[in-house]
């Protein structure tokens, strides 16, 4: 159990266009999901926290309007980067703490290269 | 400040026996984890504790002294597989997950 799918796992665009990248809880509830950022060799970097029905809670240095997050149900969370720019290219992974528990799981991460 | 230290690297050889030690030095405690993170790769739940002692799972074990704020990650048996890093992560009292940089394990034959 505990499952976290992420979609698409890699993902090339142009500079200038969005992409949506989903999370999904596959067998749980999950009230909270987190989306990191993480560039080659570096630790993780909380981008923002998601709760059900609310609006995400974005870390320092973060810009809300260039990464739009949903969170829409209990069991998906999306990302959007909007008007990507090559140094957006990262690995965003999301991860999902079950409603019952602390135990926090994550998805396989999506690459993301812009050109 | 919320602080989490771990060693940059470390190196092992195959069939040994590995410690990463975590110390750490946040507002409040809920628990600490530990994840393995392959390179290019999303880390994986390894171990959870939150209360003091060790927990043992297989090769891995995992142990907590909330009075110290240090844990350690117990590997056995190495494996060529094991190479990784090992994140070490306490949720604070704000249930948010505060991360240490990670610690390189490198595996010798």
């Known amino acids: 159990g505990a499952v976290v799918s992420q979609h698409p796992s890699w993902v090339i665009c142009k500079s200038g266009t969005s992409v949506k990248i989903e999370c999904r809880s596959l067998?749980?509830?999950?009230?909270?999901m987190f989306w990191y950022r993480q560039f080659p060799k570096q630790s993780l970097m909380l981008m923002a926290t998601s709760n059900e029905g609310s609006k995400a809670t974005y870390e320092q240095g973060v810009e809300k309007d260039k990464f739009l997050i949903n969170h829409a149900s209990l069991t998906l969370s999306t990302l959007t980067v909007t008007s990507a720019h090559p140094e957006d290219s990262s690995f965003y992974i999301c991860?999902?703490?079950?409603?019952?528990?602390?135990?926090?799981?994550f998805g396989p991460g999506t690459r993301l290269t812009v050109t | 400040g919320q602080n989490i230290d771990q060693p940059t690297e470390m190196t092992a050889t195959e069939g040994a026996i590995v410690q990463i030690n975590c110390t750490y030095q946040?507002?409040?405690?809920?628990?600490l984890f530990w994840y393995q993170q392959h390179a290019g790769e999303a880390p994986t739940f390894l171990s959870y504790n939150v209360l003091d002692g060790l927990e043992e799972k297989g090769r891995f074990s995992s142990f907590l002294s909330r009075s110290k704020g240090y844990s350690y990650l117990l590997l056995k048996e190495l494996q060529m597989k094991d190479s990784a890093s090992y994140l070490c992560?306490?949720?604070?009292?704000?249930?948010?997950?505060?991360w240490g940089a990670g610690t390189k394990l490198i595996i010798k034959p």
């Open positions: 991860s999902a703490r079950r409603t019952e528990a602390n135990e926090q799981y």
């Open positions: 067998d749980f509830q999950a009230t909270t």
């Open positions: 946040t507002s409040g405690f809920n628990g």
């Open positions: 992560a306490v949720l604070d009292s704000n249930y948010q997950l505060i």
